[in-house]
C-alpha cells in the first residue's frame, strides 16, 4: 500500500433484475450519478497549496446482462451470464484530466454460476473471463457467495470477489481511481438486507481488500433501498 494524494468515488446507481421467463433473467446496473474527488495538498509548514484540489462528477459506465438457467431448479442449479459494458462514463475529466467515472472502453464478461441450498443457507460459486477494449489487458474473474435467510424476510451474505489481470497490455492509465490497466485484487465483506414487508427493503455492505494491485485500498461502503415485485401465479 503507498500513500496517494486523498482520492474518494461517490456513485449513487440504479440496479435491477428481472426475470423474463423461468431460465432467461435481464440484468442492468447504471451509475446515474458518479463524483470523485482529489484533495489538495498543503504545505504543513505554511499552508501553501503544492497541489491542488479537483474533482468530476458525471454518469458512470453501464452495464446490462443476461442470464440463462441452464439448470433453473432443483438441489443444484447452473447459469451462463454474459454482461457487456457501455462506456457511459468520462475517462478523462477534472480540471487535470486525470479523474475517471469509466474507462471508455466497451467490455465483455463472460461468467457461469452453480449454487445449491442447504436448510437457510445457499451456497454458490461463479467463474468469469472479461475481455476489455481500449487496448486494456483482459481479466478472469471469481467470487464465492454463502447466505443465510430468515423468513425471506432477512438476509445475511458473505462475499468474496476476485479479479486477477493476464497482464497482456502495457496501457497506462495515470489516474488514481478504479477504472485503470491490469486491475488485481481479492475482496471480502458482509451484505444485509431486510424488507418491511413482501416488497420494499433496505440494504448495506462494507467490503475490504485482502489483495490489490493499482486499486484503492480503502473500504468500499453501500447503502440501498430495494423493492422486490413480485407477480401472482397463475
Same mark, same amino acid.
Given at each position: ?29 447504471? #451509475? ?19 497541489? #491542488? ?5 458525471? +454518469?458512470?459506465? &453501464?452495464?446490462?446482462?443476461? =442470464?440463462?438457467?441452464?439448470?433453473? =431448479? ?12 457501455? #462506456? ?14 469509466? *474507462? ?9 454460476? +452453480? ?22 489487458? *483482459? ?20 462475499? &468474496? ?45 462494507? +467490503? ?6 493499482? &486499486?484503492?485500498?480503502? #473500504? ?9 415485485? =413480485?407477480?401472482?401465479?397463475?
Amino acid at each position: 500500500i503507498e500513500d496517494i494524494t486523498t482520492t474518494s468515488y461517490y456513485a449513487s446507481y440504479l440496479y435491477g433484475e428481472y426475470g423474463i421467463t423461468n431460465r432467461f433473467t435481464a440484468i442492468g446496473y447504471f #451509475p446515474v450519478l458518479a463524483r470523485v474527488t482529489q484533495n489538495q495538498v498543503v504545505d504543513a509548514e505554511n499552508g501553501n497549496e503544492l497541489i #491542488p484540489g479537483d474533482e468530476l462528477t458525471s +454518469v458512470g459506465d &453501464m452495464t446490462l446482462g443476461l =442470464k440463462f438457467g441452464i439448470i433453473p =431448479k432443483g438441489k443444484y442449479v447452473w447459469s451462463a451470464q454474459l454482461d457487456l459494458k457501455l #462506456p457511459f462514463g468520462n475517462e478523462s475529466g477534472g480540471e487535470t484530466g486525470l479523474l475517471q467515472t469509466g *474507462d471508455g472502453a466497451f467490455s465483455q464478461l463472460l461468467k457461469t454460476d +452453480v449454487s445449491t441450498t442447504a436448510g437457510n443457507f445457499y451456497f454458490s460459486g461463479m467463474l468469469g473471463i472479461r475481455h476489455r477494449g481500449n487496448d486494456y489487458s *483482459d481479466d478472469w474473474h471469481a467470487g464465492l457467495e454463502i447466505g443465510w435467510n430468515k423468513n425471506e424476510r432477512f438476509y445475511a451474505i458473505l462475499k &468474496m470477489n476476485s479479479i486477477q489481470s493476464f497482464e497482456n497490455s502495457d496501457a497506462i492509465n495515470a489516474g488514481n481511481s478504479l477504472f485503470g490497466n491490469n486491475l488485481a485484487y481479492v475482496a471480502i465483506g458482509p451484505e444485509f438486507h431486510y424488507f418491511f414487508n413482501n416488497n420494499w427493503g433496505v440494504n448495506g455492505t462494507i +467490503v475490504g481488500a485482502l489483495q490489490g494491485k493499482n &486499486m484503492l485500498a480503502d #473500504p468500499y461502503l453501500s447503502l440501498g433501498v430495494s423493492y422486490n415485485l =413480485k407477480k401472482p401465479s397463475k
